[in-house]
C-alpha cells in the first residue's frame, strides 16, 4: 500500500515538473518570435561578479544609499555602460534606462503594458490603503477620475491659502544674517498648506506653540514615508520589513483624519437634503455637519485675523456665509465610503506636502549661491510692486519659471521610478551594439527609469547639462527628456498646484528680502541626496536672510 502510494506521489511530482517544463519551454519560443517579430536585441548588461543573484548590485547600492550617492552611482552606471542596460538584482534582471523613447514607451505610447505592480501596493497599503498611487486599471482610472476635478484653475488660481501659510512661514524666518534652515520650514509648511487645502484646516506645524496633536503628526508622517521608502528598496522582501512604530505611526494618522472625513460625509449628506427638501436631516448628520461648518468657520476667522489684523470674532463674523473650497468636501460629494477617502486624501497628501517642499529646497540651494540669478530674478519680481502675485502675474514670470525647470531638471524630485510589464512586451531602444534596436521586455520584468540621469544626458542638454544654467530654457521645448511630474496618463495632476505654490513662495521671499545667501562655509558644499518617496536636501539649505 506504501508502495503504491510512494508511486503515486513520485508520479505526480514527475507530471508537475514536466509541466512546469513544458510551460517554460512554451514560454520561451514564444517569447522569442515576439522578439523576432519586433526586430528586438539584447541590451546590453551590468558587468557582476555575481551573475546569478546580482549580490554586487546590492552591496554596492546598500553602500551608496548608506553614503548619500545612489544617484550619483546610478548616473556613473549610465555613462559607463550606456542609455539601457540590464542588471541582475537577487536573481532579477532588471531593466534600467535613460533614454526618453523608451520612457516614453512605458508611460504614453505602451501604457497599457505596464503596471506600478503588486510590490508597490505591499509596500504602502498599511499607510495608503489603494488610492492614486498605488492603483492599476480601473481603480487607478476611478482614483483619477476623483482627484483631477480637484486641481483645475479655479481651485488653483485661489492665492489666499498660500499667502496666508507663505507670509506665515516668513515670519518666523530671522531677517538679520542668523543662519536658519529653510528647507525644514518648507516642509512644515507645505504640510500646512496641502493640510489645509485637503481637510479644511491646517495642522499648523509651523507656529511655536504648535499642540501636540500637530507635531505628532508630523512625525507620524515623515515616519510613515521613510519605512516605506524602505519597504520599496526591498522589493520582493518588503514583508521582511516589520516595525511596531510604524504600525503605531499609521494608525495615529489614519486615527487622525477619521473624524474630519465623517464629519465632511455627513456635511454633504446633510447640505444635499437642505437642498433638495430644505428639511433638516437625521441628528447625527445634522451634528456632523454643524461641527464641520464650525471648524471651516473657526479656521477662516483665524487665517482672516492674522492676515487682516483684526479681531478673530469680528473676522469670524465676516466669513460666516462663505463657504470655501475643501478638497474632502468636494471628494465626498462623489463617494460617501469613508475608507476610500482617507485612502485618497492621504495618497494626495504625500504629493502635496514633499514634492513642493523638495522642489523649492533645491531652488534655495542654488539661488542662496548664485548672486547673479538671484539679481535677475530679483529684477523680475520687482515689476509686481511688492504686491502679492494673481495666477496670472505668476505665469508671466518667465525667469523664474526657467529657474524652477532648472531645478526640477538637475535635481528632480522623483528621480527614480520603476514599472512591471503586465504581459510580454517590447522598447524602441537599447538593442544591438549600437543600442538602437527594441528590446524584449518579459512580462512581470521590472523596468526602471532614472531621471536623474537622463536630465544630465549631455547628448540631450549641452555639454554644461550639470550645470545650474536657466537661461537654457529661453525657447526650449521639451518632451520626453523632461519628465519632473510624470507624463502619459499618469501625468501628476497637481503638477500646476505644486509650481504655482512653489512660484508664489519664491516670489514672497524675493519680495521680503533683500538678499539671501549661503552660510559661510558652505559655498562649497555640494548638493547631496536624501532620498526616500521623494528626494530632498542632505544636511538642508542653511542660509542667511536679510530684510
Not at 107 to 125: I, K, S, Y
Amino acid at each position: 500500500m506504501l508502495a503504491q502510494v510512494y508511486i503515486a506521489a513520485v508520479g505526480l511530482g514527475a507530471a508537475l515538473l514536466a509541466y512546469v517544463a513544458y510551460s517554460q519551454v512554451t514560454h520561451l519560443i514564444s517569447a522569442r518570435k515576439f522578439a523576432r517579430l519586433h526586430g528586438c536585441k539584447p541590451a546590453k548588461a551590468d558587468r557582476h561578479w555575481d551573475p546569478f543573484f546580482g549580490l554586487d548590485f546590492v552591496i554596492s547600492t546598500i553602500f551608496a544609499s548608506r553614503g548619500k550617492y545612489q544617484l550619483e552611482d546610478l548616473y556613473e552606471r549610465f555613462k559607463s555602460i550606456g542609455p539601457t542596460f540590464t542588471s541582475r538584482v537577487l536573481g532579477e534582471t532588471l531593466i534600467f534606462t535613460d533614454e526618453p523613447k523608451n520612457v516614453q514607451g512605458v508611460l504614453a505610447t505602451q501604457f497599457p503594458d505596464f503596471d506600478v505592480g503588486e510590490l508597490r501596493r505591499q509596500a504602502t497599503v498599511k499607510l495608503l490603503g489603494h488610492g492614486i498611487f498605488n492603483a492599476d486599471g480601473p481603480y487607478w482610472e476611478h482614483s483619477r477620475a476623483l482627484i483631477r476635478p480637484n486641481f483645475v484653475r479655479k481651485q488653483v488660481g485661489d492665492l489666499r491659502l498660500m499667502e496666508h501659510h507663505v507670509m506665515h512661514m516668513i515670519s518666523y524666518l530671522p531677517s538679520d544674517g542668523t543662519p536658519v534652515d529653510i528647507q525644514s520650514f518648507f516642509f512644515r509648511m507645505t504640510l500646512d498648506t496641502a493640510t489645509e487645502f485637503l481637510f479644511g484646516k491646517s495642522i499648523d506645524s509651523l507656529r511655536p506653540d504648535a499642540t501636540d496633536e500637530s507635531k505628532h503628526f508630523s512625525w507620524a508622517f515623515d515616519f510613515a514615508l521613510g519605512v516605506i521608502a524602505q519597504k520599496l528598496r526591498l522589493g520582493p522582501y518588503n514583508r521582511l520589513y516589520q516595525s511596531r512604530k510604524y504600525d503605531e505611526a499609521c494608525k495615529f494618522l489614519h486615527d487622525y483624519v477619521r473624524p474630519i472625513i465623517h464629519n465632511a460625509v455627513e456635511y454633504r449628506k446633510s447640505k444635499n437634503i437642505i437642498g433638495n427638501e430644505a428639511i433638516l436631516g437625521k441628528a447625527k448628520g445634522v451634528e456632523a455637519s454643524a461641527q464641520a461648518r464650525k471648524v471651516l468657520r473657526a479656521a477662516d476667522a483665524e487665517k482672516a485675523a492674522l492676515l487682516k489684523d483684526v479681531d478673530v470674532d469680528e473676522a469670524a463674523t465676516e466669513n460666516d456665509d462663505q463657504e470655501r473650497y475643501v478638497f474632502l468636501y468636494e471628494l465626498a460629494k462623489h463617494s460617501g465610503n469613508e475608507k476610500e477617502l482617507r485612502d485618497q486624501v492621504i495618497n494626495t497628501l504625500i504629493a502635496g506636502r514633499d514634492t513642493t517642499a523638495s522642489l523649492m529646497s533645491s531652488t534655495l540651494f542654488q539661488l542662496s549661491r548664485r548672486p547673479d540669478v538671484w539679481a535677475k530674478l530679483q529684477a523680475e519680481v520687482a515689476t509686481l510692486n511688492g504686491k502679492p502675485p494673481t495666477f496670472d502675474q505668476i505665469k508671466d514670470l518667465k525667469y523664474l519659471r526657467n529657474i524652477l525647470n532648472e531645478a526640477l531638471r538637475l535635481y528632480p524630485v522623483v528621480p527614480i521610478n520603476a514599472k512591471f510589464a503586465n504581459k510580454d512586451t517590447w522598447l524602441p531602444r537599447g538593442g544591438g551594439k549600437d543600442g538602437k534596436s527594441p528590446i524584449f521586455v518579459q512580462k512581470g520584468q521590472m523596468v526602471i527609469w532614472v531621471l536623474y540621469s537622463m536630465h544630465r544626458r549631455a547628448d540631450l542638454w549641452g555639454k554644461d547639462s550639470e550645470e545650474f544654467r536657466p537661461e537654457r530654457w529661453e525657447g526650449l521645448l521639451p518632451g520626453f527628456n523632461f519628465l519632473p511630474f510624470n507624463g502619459g496618463p499618469r501625468i501628476c495632476p497637481g503638477q500646476q498646484f505644486a509650481l504655482t505654490e512653489a512660484s508664489y513662495t519664491i516670489i514672497r521671499l524675493c519680495q521680503t528680502f533683500n538678499k539671501i545667501e549661503v552660510v559661510p562655509g558652505q559655498e562649497d558644499r555640494p548638493w547631496t541626496e536624501s532620498l526616500n518617496l521623494t528626494c530632498a536636501v542632505t544636511g538642508g539649505v542653511n542660509v542667511r536672510c536679510w530684510k
